[in-house]
């Protein structure tokens, strides 16, 4: 992945997530500015693409500008996008969204958020110097993006690397997927508030039991304790499938004050043959933007 400078990234991005939606626009790889607007994750797709559509407006963005899309979900090869955890985007089944973007703001090359943020990632970033690497985003669910021999793992249905729907033994309950007791149904931000309602806590968000962990309440940091070793645990796992040697975390959780730190301890209790190297996701929240151009340039380069 060495074939598109980080200066010549020119244009826009939208990230569309189970809490937020992001636009942004870029200039010589870095997000010059940039929106946000809470994800309303009953809306249906024409809502969807409404949203990301008045940002783009925001930003100035105008049809035929250079645009990539990074979205939660799968996205298949005929350009479908479809939610895997239809507890977080309850309307989105076979979307055809490249076909309503082209209609509707212009065309756009669109893609799994962590699929996108990784190629940012092994671009540009935290992964540029691994052969076995990972971008986990620990956010309202889990995501993931696996990046093999510098090439991005795809596969015809847009699966690959939903690395949060892996089973964990610190989770119980079904997940949003189908499956049973995930990673992202314990680690990620709505297990997180699902956890904390079971502790008598109801209506608060993740970032709320942060907080309450940061100001010492015990039963806030056993929450946060047992995402980061169920995420540990993943990390583990992966890398005895891949022979991941660095991982980088993402997602306001991922990147919140502390949560690396508890995943590396979690970690230490692997064997060292299963710890690669863990660190943040060195363009930060606009990891998932950045790579969603770089994904749209590259393609359009071919
Ligand atoms: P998305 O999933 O839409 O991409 P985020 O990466 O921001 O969005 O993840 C949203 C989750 O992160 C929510 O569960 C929210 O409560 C939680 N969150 C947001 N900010 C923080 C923070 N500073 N510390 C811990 N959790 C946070």
Redesign the pocket.
Known sequence: MTDIARTALKGFAA?L????TAVARIEKGIVVDRRLSP?DGAADPAAQIAAIEALLKELGHTRGAPLGVAV?GRIDRSGKWHAVNTGTLSAIQDVDLTTELNRTIGAATCLN?AGAAAVAEALFGAGAESDSFAYI?V???VGGGLVINKRLLSCANGLAGHVGFVSSRFADAVCGSGRQATVESIAG??G??AAAAAFGKQGI???NV?EAAADGQDWASRIVTTSARAVATLIGDLTAILGLDTVALG???GL?PGYLDKVAAAMREEPELFRPKIVHASLGHGAPLIGALAAHLRKESV
């Open positions: 990230d997530g189970g809490t937020k994800t939660a958020d985003t956010s309202t669910g931000g709505r997180i508030a968000d993740a970032r942060f997602g306001s959780i919140a």
